[in-house]
């Protein structure tokens, strides 16, 4: 006697991809809206930091009155700097801004805390001896990337909600509670 596989329900499968689809759409648009508000002079964006490595905290309003405020900027690539070698370096604004919007996704009234964010080429190489996972050619060492956690943010809703935006680069490494963002193309690991 032949087996048949078991139906599909439709329905439900039907109702699970429109949902998946729905979510996906809202989280990009909301990512969207958010990078393109340059024209919205009323808003204001802040961030805020605690560097777990240096105990330093910073709670900054980078965007206000429709533009970057180059004070704040100059903050916040301090807080993220390479504290192996104390240096500084730009942090793209493409990433603050998904930041912000991963912070106001997730309800969350808690600072990031970062793990990692600049390295500069000598800390990279050096990291590379000593685990794995560290790339080559890290988004990091252009300030494109950074490791996290929120204290009051599961870590697991933390990376849906990343992975939501389809925006960069999304790492979740659960055993070492943290999640890895950049603006590279969209992927995940």
């Not at 024209?39 to 105990?55: G, I, Y």
């Not at 900054?60 to 900027?73: M, R, V």
């Not at 930041?99 to 600072?111: C, D, I, R, V, Y």
Request: proline residues 3%; charged residues 20%.
């Amino acid at each position: 006697m032949e087996r048949l596989p078991k139906p599909i329900n439709s329905t439900k499968f039907a109702r699970r991809k429109i949902l998946k689809c729905g979510i996906a759409i809202a989280a990009t648009s909301a990512f969207s809206n958010i990078i393109h508000a340059s024209t919205d002079s009323s808003s204001e964006r802040t961030l805020e930091f605690v560097n777990l490595h240096t105990d330093e905290k910073l709670r900054s309003t980078y965007w206000s009155n429709g533009e970057y405020d180059t004070a704040s900027l100059s903050e916040i690539n301090y807080i993220l700097r390479d504290h192996r070698v104390d240096e500084v370096h730009e942090i793209d604004t493409n990433l603050l801004e998904m930041l912000h919007t991963l912070h106001t996704a997730t309800g969350s009234n808690s600072p990031f805390h970062v793990i990692s964010a600049y390295r500069s080429p000598q800390t990279n190489a050096k990291l590379r001896t000593q685990t794995t996972g560290v790339a080559k050619k890290s988004l990091h060492m252009q300030g494109m990337a950074i490791d996290i956690r929120i204290p009051d943010v599961e870590l697991k809703h933390l990376r849906n909600a990343a992975l939501s935006l389809q925006a960069g680069g999304v790492g979740y490494y659960a055993k070492s509670n943290f999640l890895h963002i950049d603006m590279g193309k969209p992927r995940s690991w």
